[in-house]
């Protein structure tokens, strides 16, 4: 059942036990008349101003005002009609803004209730004694038990929040874990290519070498010595996006520099990786930062044919920036349709709420730009920058 229908039946059963206790204890027509005119009055109140507003009360003074007259005309009929206040009191409660505005209400409730002894009573000393009694007795259960209904309702949402912001942990909690997960699994799994398929390409490629050096110039061992070579570059790549970003005490610009030597010694193409000095990022943004790094310098292995690559990562106003630039062949960035690894790295900054910008035109050589945010840069004033040169 709806609050809706729960009020309702609330506000028409009081009037049926209102009806009732009128006849029993009518003293003339007169109270009869005001009664019947108070139940009748609370009953349209109700459904045309209460039930309404029964979502949004902020506009119920006029109905909480109307049940006070309601209220007086049934008391001023008969002091056992008073039992409306089993019903008036909660409707001064429901149909607030704030709480200040609650007990507002609720005096304007004991108000009309006052009104109403004072006219069925009478004014003589025994029954301003007995008026008084009873209001400060109804009005003083009404606070009180408003007051309490209130601060539990206000524990209820502090620990409604609590309670999300515990699941929220918990989820967070739990997310770290899969990482962890992941991360041992790509680090064991690039454990296990560096100790057998790299080794094996390793041992091909010597044996093509000492092939050719014993039985001469052969251009299908050089085809076989060539396709190694690049296998192997290959399997090293895979190794190193395997790897954990930081080991043994290796922070993210020496994991840098060494991926940039790496790749010159490689490839035979000059290097130059320049990372700001005492940057300090969180370890997602570490691992965002040297995987766009690799994409870059693997897109560049396959497509550029570049003689030089420069590599730039700078922190500034709380925003990671990840500049590569080679003098390649390039392409047509509007037209030619992003590769596997574009795709891959725009995703993957994605996730961290990054974005990735890509410069290049037939002949004029790539630029790719990514900047990514960050909560955890350290940058103090007057840092300089560190670089390193790597050549072939």
């Known amino acids: 059942m709806t609050a809706r229908r729960v009020w309702s039946a609330a506000v028409l059963g009081m009037a049926a036990l209102l009806g009732v206790l009128l006849v029993i204890t009518g003293r003339d027509a007169v109270d009869a008349v005001l009664g019947t005119a108070g139940i009748a009055l609370l009953v349209a109140a109700w459904f045309s101003l209460g039930l309404p507003r029964l979502d949004d009360p902020r506009g119920a003074p006029v109905f909480v005002a109307v049940v006070a007259v309601a209220v007086a005309l049934m008391v001023s009929a008969s002091p056992t009609l008073a039992i409306v206040q089993g019903i008036a009191y909660p409707i001064a409660w429901v149909f607030c803004a704030s709480i200040r505005r609650a007990v507002v209400q609720n005096i304007v409730i004991a108000a009309g209730v006052t009104i109403g002894f004072l006219v069925s009573l009478g004014t003589t000393p025994d029954a301003l004694l007995q008026t008084a009694f009873t209001m ?48 041992a699994e790509r680090e064991h799994l690039a454990r296990e290519l560096h100790d057998t398929i790299a080794q094996d390409l390793t041992g091909l490629v010597m044996l093509a070498q000492r092939a050719r050096r014993e039985l001469g110039a052969s251009e299908t061992l050089r085809i076989i010595e060539e396709n190694a070579r690049a296998t192997l570059a290959e399997t090293r790549a895979l190794v190193a996006a395997g790897a954990a970003v930081t080991d043994a005490g290796i922070d993210l610009a020496s994991a840098l520099h060494r991926l940039a030597e790496r790749f010159s010694r490689e490839t035979g193409v000059e290097v130059t990786c320049i990372v ?48 590569v630039v080679d003098d390649g062949i390039g392409f047509d960035a509007e037209r030619a349709p992003d590769g596997f690894g574009l795709t891959g790295m725009t995703e993957r900054l994605a996730l961290v709420r990054g974005t990735l910008r890509v410069r290049s035109a037939p002949g004029a050589g790539t630029t ?25």
């Open 276 to 323: 700001a000095a005492e940057l300090a990022l969180a370890r997602d943004v570490e691992v965002v930062v040297l995987r766009c790094v690799q994409e870059a310098l693997g897109n560049a292995r396959k497509h550029a044919r570049a003689s030089r690559i420069d590599i730039a990562v700078s922190a500034s106003d709380g925003r990671v920036r990840v500049e």
């Open 368 to 392: 790719l730009v990514a900047e990514l945010p960050t909560g955890n840069v350290a940058l103090p004033t007057g840092a300089t920058t560190a670089e390193s040169a790597v050549t072939a």
């Open 136 to 183: 400060v007795i109804s009005l003083g259960f009404s606070l009180a038990m408003g007051f309490w209904i209130a601060h539990m309702s206000e524990l209820g949402d502090r620990n409604g929040r609590l309670l999300a912001e515990l699941e929220g942990a918990q989820e967070q909690i739990a997310a770290l874990h899969r990482e962890a997960g992941a991360t």
